[in-house]
Every structure is written in C-alpha cells, then in structure tokens.
Nanobody, 124 residues
Framework: QVQLVESGGGLVQAGGSLRLSCAAS????????MGWFRQAPGKERELVAA????????YYADSVKGRFTISRDNVGNMVFLQMNSLKPEDTAVYYC?????????????????WGQGTQVTVSS
C-alpha cells in the first residue's frame, strides 16, 4: 500500500522560505513520478510542481516558477519542495502525490495516491 507523509509546513513571513518533504513507502519509489499540489480555501486543488521518476524532467506552475524547486532522493524515498520568496497567495494546504508510472505527469487525474497534506501559511 502506497503511503505518502508530508512534513515541513508552517507559518512564515512574506519573502521567507520553507522546505517541504514527503516520505514515500509501499512500492519502489524510484519508478514513479511525483508531484506537489496545493489547495487554498475556496479554491480547487492545483498542481504546483512535478518531477519524473529519474528527476530528469520537471514542471512548475507559472505562479511559482523561479521561486519553487522540486527535487527527489531515490535512495531515501523522499521528494522535496523548496519554496523561496514566499507570498501570502502561496498560503494553502500542500499535498504530495504520485502516479502509476514514471513519466512526468501534469494533470490532476494522473495522480492516484495522495498524502494527508501540510499547512503553509504566509503572513504579509
């Protein structure tokens, strides 16, 4: 059974940084693509960043390009989201998710397994 556990959320001032982590278990982590989503109150869940099984391909939403970096550690079964220059509009619950395959996935429907989420709050 695939399990994803996020950590690293919290309260930060605008302009600050946070690093989210997601620990994966239950299958061979290095074979599958990963993604980070977020959902703000009253809004739909959106894909923030994604990474292919090898880390060779990445995707970023326009709203976070140049500020966020996704990476993975296939030895430690972890995926990370480094968030810099945070803005109040980045406030949301952030979710780690994974797909049934290795190629980069950029649509919500491709992700089949989800973590419980971690809250990120950016104060102005």
């Amino acid at each position: 059974q695939v399990q994803l556990v996020e950590s690293g959320g919290g309260l930060v001032q605008a302009g600050g940084s946070l690093r989210l982590s997601c620990a994966a278990s239950g299958r061979t982590f290095s074979r599958y693509a990963m993604g980070w989503f977020r959902q703000a109150p009253g809004k739909e869940r959106e894909l923030v960043a994604a990474i292919s099984y090898s880390g060779g391909s990445t995707y970023y939403a326009d709203s976070v390009k140049g500020r966020f970096t996704i990476s993975r550690d296939n030895v430690g079964n972890m995926v990370f989201l480094q968030m810099n220059s945070l803005k109040p509009e980045d406030t949301a619950v952030y979710y780690c998710a994974t797909t049934p395959y290795g190629r980069l996935a950029t649509t919500h429907s491709e992700y089949k397994y989800w973590g419980q989420g971690t809250q990120v709050t950016v104060s102005s």
